[in-house]
């Protein structure tokens, strides 16, 4: 058997991802494609939880940008989304034979667990795909908060932030020809440089658990497992 670098680790996804060349909503292209890259690393022993992100579907910014609804109520609006997003992910998963739960912040009693850690860490052990949903379970923290704060929880191993992009960049490479990758960063070189790699909260849970993170892309078939194998894909922040 191939040696593992990881045992236990923690993937974010965001829901923009799951778009794919849509304007909105779910491509079961992307969803196909994610559940395969996860099936390799589960294959492989490795224990896998996910947090989905839900801007797909709806965020909070933008019901408060439009007036519609205040911030905290915009960010409840943006929870549900993410369950929406976890049970698509969770089809898509058991299609592919792997077990799973779905462990949500908000209880939703016929549709998903509600999160406690000792239950999580016991799915784990037991080989399932545990997904959390419903981010933190309360407003005015992001999708990569929660995915951090439940590392730390389930003691995982790493955080892997799955992204369109290979790593990390001095500037957006999507928009400046000239932004140079980083392969290895410190978490306070990302504070001192404003690097957008995830929100500070998000970062500072990772920094002051020493817990590292891996910034890579995604739709790249294959990537997840090589990361797992330790091979320097994308960007180490540790």
Same mark, same amino acid.
């Given at each position: 058997m191939e040696a593992l670098k990881y045992k236990r680790v923690l993937l974010k996804l965001s829901g923009e991802s799951l778009m794919g060349d849509k304007q909105y909503g779910i491509d079961p292209a992307i969803l196909e494609q994610y559940a395969s890259e996860v099936k390799t690393v589960v294959d492989m022993g490795v224990e896998v939880a996910i947090v989905i992100g839900g801007g797909n579907i709806f965020r909070g910014v933008q019901g408060v940008q439009g007036g519609v609804v205040d911030r905290a109520q915009g960010d409840y609006m943006g929870m549900l989304a993410t369950v929406i997003n976890s049970m698509a992910l969770q089809g898509a998963l058991e299609k592919h034979g792997i077990k799973t739960r779905l462990l949500s912040a908000i209880k939703m009693e016929q549709i998903c667990e509600p999160f406690i850690r000792r239950r999580a860490i016991r799915h784990l052990e037991k080989g399932r795909v545990v997904i959390f949903g419903a981010g933190t379970g309360n407003p005015y923290f992001t999708t990569d908060t929660a995915a951090s704060l439940r590392a730390v929880e389930i003691e995982a191993n790493?955080?892997?932030? %799955? /992204?369109?992009?290979? %790593?990390?960049? +001095?500037?957006?490479?999507?928009?400046?020809? +000239?932004? /140079?990758?980083?392969?290895?960063? /410190?978490f306070s070189e990302v504070y001192k440089q404003g690097l957008n790699v995830m929100d500070l909260t998000a !970062? /500072?849970?990772c920094q002051e658990n020493k817990l590292p993170l891996v910034v890579?892309?995604?739709n790249?078939? %294959?990537?997840?497992?090589?990361?797992?194998?330790?091979?320097? !894909? %994308? +960007?180490?922040v540790k």
């Open positions: 790493l955080v892997l932030k %799955g /992204t369109r992009v290979d %790593g990390i960049y +001095t500037a957006d490479p999507e928009k400046d020809p +000239t932004a /140079t990758k980083y392969d290895e960063l /410190t !970062i /500072t849970l890579f892309d995604m790249k078939a %294959g990537n997840f497992k090589r990361v797992m194998m330790g091979e320097k !894909i %994308g +960007t180490l």
